[in-house]
């Protein structure tokens, strides 16, 4: 009798040693994972926090030109740099697919540190003939227009060309229908318009080549001969905002494409009956 009860006794408190330890692991692992959760909720707001701050940097960069930006809550900074945008040799290609009905701007002229036209640059253009060109995929329609003053040198009366083609199904009324190659492009991009400086052309100051895609999207091309400059763009600028220490904290890096302004008044020869713009 005594036997049995002390086995009775010796499985009751295996039972419970058991049951413990089930326990024990059961809560160590929603220890684990509660704490788990909350340092990806606290990586989330440091992640949207470096990415505000991200953009302040850019903000405070365009309004004080300082490359090194601290918020407010002394938690977290951004770094800002800036490089100018230029061509690849005899290219320049937009950074992304630029949106059906939206105008992307090659200039041909450069810009003071100011943003106003420097005629006198080295890095103005100053070639024969150029060439624009869109994906080979694109099938939509593109309306080219080519800004250029009228005295050489300088800005007078302001001369624009305009040109479209139509690639696929999608007609314009008033575009050319074209099968363009891409003889005249690099590989995987095809030319829709070409511009050679002779005739009306002749002793006139390039300026800016104006590109609308219509129905669809598609990255464009502006190509120049060899050996000829294309002047930068702009600036494209980072910032990377940075929460907590700056070696080891949360980062986000946030760029935008400062590019020089198309003039409102170029408006003006896209609607004039000449084509014509006179500066005052």
């Known amino acids: 009798m005594n036997i049995k009860v002390k086995n009775q006794k010796g499985q009751i408190a295996l039972i419970m040693l058991l049951v413990t330890a089930v326990a024990l692991t059961l809560g160590l692992s ?22 505000n701050t991200a953009e302040s ?35 320049l290609v937009s ?80 575009f050319a ?19 050679n400086r002779g005739g ?3 002793d006139n100051t390039p300026l800016l080549v104006s590109v609308v895609p219509y129905f669809g999207s598609t990255r464009v091309m502006l190509r120049v001969g060899s050996g000829v400059s294309i002047p930068s763009q702009g600036k494209e600028i980072a910032s990377k905002g940075i929460v907590g220490d700056e070696n080891t904290g949360v980062r986000r890096t946030v760029r935008v494409m400062d590019t020089f302004d198309f003039p409102d008044i170029f408006f003006e020869g896209l609607t004039s009956e000449s084509g014509d713009i006179t500066s005052e």
């Open 200 to 202: 009306v052309y002749t």
């Open 95 to 174: 950074t992304t697919s630029v949106p059906q009905n939206k105008r992307f701007n090659f200039w041909l002229v450069a810009h003071d540190s100011n943003g106003n036209v420097n005629y006198s640059d080295t890095s103005n253009y100053d070639g024969t003939v150029f060439y624009i060109c869109v994906e080979n995929a694109f099938t939509g329609s593109v309306g080219v227009d080519y800004f250029y003053s009228q005295t050489s040198g300088a800005l007078g009366t302001v001369g624009v060309g305009r040109t479209g083609a139509n690639l696929g199904a999608n007609i314009i009324s008033g």
């Open 177 to 195: 229908s074209i099968s363009p190659a891409n003889n005249s492009c690099v590989t995987g991009y095809k030319t829709v318009a070409t511009y």
């Open 30 to 51: 929603a220890s684990k994972r509660i704490v788990t959760e909350t340092k990806i909720d606290t990586d989330e707001e440091s992640l949207k926090q470096a990415f």
């Open 57 to 91: 940097g850019i903000d405070y960069y365009l309004g004080t030109g300082s490359t090194e930006y601290q918020a407010s809550d002394s938690d977290s900074k951004a770094f800002i740099s800036t490089r100018e945008i230029v061509g690849t040799g005899n290219t």
